[in-house]
């Protein structure tokens, strides 16, 4: 009877009643309301919000678009087309959905390098660094299998090119292919598969968004400053500051992908994709989405077909070591003076690899290639081990405090601050 | 001593345990794995027929055998003699011609490039025939000869050729 009493830490007794037996509601307390954030944390941290928001948007759209999709190399053109002519807002649904993959990117692009110039792979969150490379790897497999089931000229096309890499692989690579595919081209068993796996993906990276989230709860974000939180006074509890201001970078982005949903709904779309896929004639031109040119970039830059897909490969792969390629320990660019601009020429050159992978590989635009890819490996696996052995970096602050109150300039290390660092 | 062949025991029985489990679960993933593989009326080979009679010197036609294009070329005189003529040594995938032709007029190949699947111009008359007069494959850029050999680009073989036969002077059986 005693004994049956249950503990009374909320004033609402359903919540209570959930709390003794599923301590879920502490939990969402203290990982998303008193979860703390250091102070100076800038709009760069919102990103990790807006990538899960876009994530969710992605599969709610998918979901009800699949609700008018047929998988069938016969019938999808036609049903994608009906989904934007006859489907109550298909329209919308589609167009939502296939900007949002672009967006998607783009968000995930910025918290990419949110994360490498503020040093935030470093220790203590290598294992964080790494979940993020593995939901930016599922993402372009996603985006890949997902841009296929138009079949269109270009899915069909695209879908052909990137199956065939595997075929490089020695021995087993044109096995490999056919397994891939289930069938010696791509066919209607590729496109049945293809979307079996595009709508399973999806939930995949939503369970690795949820490691991914937890992880860096551990020893929480970290900030501009890339120095570590010391007391109270360096952060500011999630709920109310950091809810808002996300929020109000959910507007700022809401307003931005509308524009384009409703204003250019095929700014980044290619117009071949429109002309139902044909096996027998390839289009002059492939191009890839936007947001993998890079790769295919490094892929054709390379003038052996083994030797470009190894290397395409390897410019992900090399991704998952960069905590271990970087020999500094401080963490935040703003204090790392060389390295800084390296780092901002790393982002401009991946840049310009997008532009010339989308461009046909030839005359300058492969030369172009060719020093992107020579400049992109060279800054993971030359530029960043060694920086981080002869650059002296700037003085940090004391704390996160202490940026406030003019730390971290060019003042001369105290005595407490020697102990520190 | 008792403990000692007690800790061997369990060491077996460990190690028994272990390989029985990965095994089996070795032979649950087997049929998901395999149910990948092209299903049996896939496999189950295509033949095409196709009659030539109409097919012009210099023209070429393009048909469909298992889902992949077939260009059927009947070659020039010129085409031929500079299939025939060219140095092995000058070839990325070394192959006389006349290895790849049963007719010397006739070139019968899969219109697949073996860099990365596009399919090759030059079937039309307007198009790019690339620097060897034969195909081009516009994708990355590989230039194919009057034989359908590789000779410049990142394709790392010939455009292959597929099994076929001569059911009469004008009939050609692929597959």
């Not at chain 1, 593995?134 to 899915?155: C, D, V």
């Not at chain 1, 044909?278 to 830059?301: C, E």
Request: glycine share 8%; hydrophobic share 45%; charged share 15%.
């Amino acid at each position: 009877m005693s004994g049956n009493s249950e503990p009374r830490k909320y004033k609402n007794p359903v919540l209570n009643w959930i709390e003794f037996r599923l301590p879920i509601i502490s939990y969402f307390e203290k990982e998303y309301g008193d979860y703390p954030m250091p102070k100076n944390c800038n709009y760069f941290w919102s990103f990790g919000a807006l990538a899960t928001i876009t994530l969710v948007t992605m599969i709610v759209s998918g979901i009800f678009l699949a609700m008018n999709y047929t998988p069938h190399t016969e019938m999808a053109f036609d049903s994608v087309e009906r989904i934007m002519r006859d489907v109550n807002y298909g329209w919308l649904l589609r167009y939502i959905h296939s900007n949002g993959a672009a967006f998607f990117f783009i968000i995930v692009y910025i918290h990419i390098v949110r994360g490498m110039y503020y040093g935030s792979y470093k220790y203590p969150r290598e294992l964080n660094w790494i979940l993020g490379v593995f939901i930016y790897l599922l993402m372009m497999a996603t985006s890949f299998l997902g841009y296929t089931l138009p079949w269109g000229q270009m899915s069909y096309w695209g879908a052909t090119v990137i199956t065939n890499l595997f075929s490089a692989i020695p021995f087993i690579g044109e096995g490999l292919k056919t397994w891939l595919l289930g069938d010696y081209t791509v066919g209607n068993a590729t496109l049945n598969r293809f979307f079996a796996l595009h709508y399973v993906l999806p939930f995949v990276i939503f369970g690795i968004v949820g490691l991914h989230v937890a992880a860096v709860h551990v020893h929480g974000s970290n900030n501009p400053a890339g120095i570590d939180i010391r007391s109270k006074n360096d952060t500011v509890n999630f709920f109310p500051y950091m809810l808002i201001k996300d929020t109000i970078a959910v507007c700022v982005f809401g307003v931005l992908i509308s524009a384009v949903i409703f204003f250019g709904p095929n700014l980044m779309a290619e117009v071949d994709n429109y002309i139902p896929a044909d096996p027998l004639v390839t289009p002059a031109h492939i191009v890839p989405n936007w947001y993998l040119a890079p790769f295919y970039a490094i892929l054709r830059a390379v003038p052996d077909k083994l030797g470009g897909v190894a290397l395409m490969f390897g410019a992900i792969a090399i991704l998952f070591v960069l905590p271990w390629l970087d020999t500094s320990k401080v963490r935040s660019c703003n204090f790392r003076p060389m390295y800084k601009w390296f780092m901002m020429l790393f982002f401009v050159n991946f840049f310009v690899l997008g532009y010339v992978g989308m461009l046909p590989a030839e005359g300058l635009y492969l030369l172009i290639a060719r020093v992107g890819l020579v400049y992109y490996f060279g800054f993971f696996l030359i530029i960043t081990p060694f920086i981080g052995w002869i650059e002296k970096p700037k003085t940090l602050p004391a704390s996160i405090s202490d940026v406030y109150l003019g730390g971290g300039k060019d003042s001369p290390l105290t005595a407490s601050q020697k102990e520190i660092y | 001593m008792a403990e000692n062949s007690n800790n061997k025991r369990r060491d077996f029985l460990q190690l028994s345990t272990v390989t029985i489990g990965a095994v089996g679960t070795a032979a649950f993933i087997w049929p998901f794995l395999k149910s990948m593989n092209p299903a049996e009326d896939t496999i189950a080979l295509g033949t095409t027929e196709v009659d030539v009679s109409q097919i012009e010197e210099g023209q070429s036609i393009t048909v469909k055998w298992r889902g992949k294009p077939v260009f059927i070329r009947k070659r020039t005189k010129d085409e031929i003699d500079e299939a025939k003529t060219v140095n092995m040594s000058d070839l990325k995938d070394p192959e006389e011609d006349i290895d790849r032709v049963k007719k010397d007029e006739w070139l019968v190949l899969v219109g697949v490039c073996t860099h990365l699947g596009c399919v090759p111009l030059g079937q039309k008359l307007t198009d790019s025939k690339g620097e060897y007069n034969g195909w081009y494959c516009p994708c990355h850029g590989s230039h194919y000869d009057t034989s359908g050999r590789i000779r410049k680009g990142p394709a790392p073989e010939n455009l292959a050729v597929p099994p076929y036969s001569f059911l009469n002077d004008t009939t050609i059986k692929i597959g």
